[in-house]
């Protein structure tokens, strides 16, 4: 069975301290592995799709990269307004869209 | 405006009641997904549909029904609400079938 797995939960970061959130995923057959951004009462935001193992790919203060077995978004010096939810998902071979989300990491950036 | 919009926003309703979520999108994606989303869990698959009158079930599809007779609707029924039923529902649409996600606002379905 897919599992993917995102750690922490929640993530307190004050404004500038940079981190990164973790996506670990236990699947059979990648097709790609997205991050989404969700901010309370809206659906999710699509922000990056990553292919294969040592691909990245950047967006202003964020970063994501991907190995065989987790990707990572990082954050470098946050804002306030980049405190939402980020979710991690992946996709799989599969006969229909075969998308396995994780749970999210609340992130709260303080001034 | 153009994109996805989900209605209603908020909708209250009893156990054994008939429900529809209504679903339309803009894009002329081919794809259309129904979402559910509860503390605890990430985002299930409930139904999707490939095309127009082509709907398949995703990973929670019991106590749910799916209709696509037009490409820009894709309207969610629970045909006798139950109490786990009680979720924030997330239609979306994607271009093929590995592409992006793009999701409406979102709809939160209390079932008392």
């Known amino acids: 069975e897919d599992q993917v797995t995102q750690s922490p939960e929640a993530l307190r970061l004050q404004e500038g301290e940079s981190s990164s959130l973790n996506c670990s995923y236990t699947v059979s057959g990648l097709r790609g592995l997205f991050w989404y951004r969700q901010d309370p009462g809206k659906g999710p935001e699509f922000l990056f799709t990553?292919?294969?193992a040592g691909e990245e790919k950047e967006k202003e203060r964020l970063k994501a990269t991907l190995t065989k077995k987790e990707s990572f978004l990082h954050i470098t010096a946050p804002k306030p307004e980049d405190s939402a939810t980020y979710l991690c998902?992946?996709?799989?071979?599969?006969?229909?869209?075969?998308?396995?989300f994780g749970t999210g990491t609340k992130l709260q950036v303080i001034p | 405006d153009a994109g996805i919009t989900q209605s209603p926003r908020y909708k209250i309703t009893e156990t054994g009641r008939q429900v529809t979520l209504m679903c339309h999108q803009t894009w002329s994606h081919s794809y259309m997904f129904w979402y559910r989303q509860d503390l605890g869990h990430g985002l299930r698959l409930i139904y999707y549909s490939a095309a127009a009158d082509i709907t398949d079930k995703g990973e929670v599809p019991d106590g749910y029904v799916v209709s696509r007779s037009k490409t820009e609707n894709f309207p969610l029924t629970l045909e006798s609400a139950t109490r786990s039923q009680t979720s924030v529902y997330f239609c979306?649409?994607?271009?093929?079938?590995?592409?992006?996600?793009?999701f409406g606002s979102g709809t939160q379905l209390s079932v008392l």
């Open positions: 979306a649409s994607s271009l093929s079938l590995n592409e992006k996600l793009f």
């Open positions: 998902a992946v996709q799989t071979a599969g006969g229909y869209q075969k998308v396995t």
């Open positions: 990553l292919y294969s």
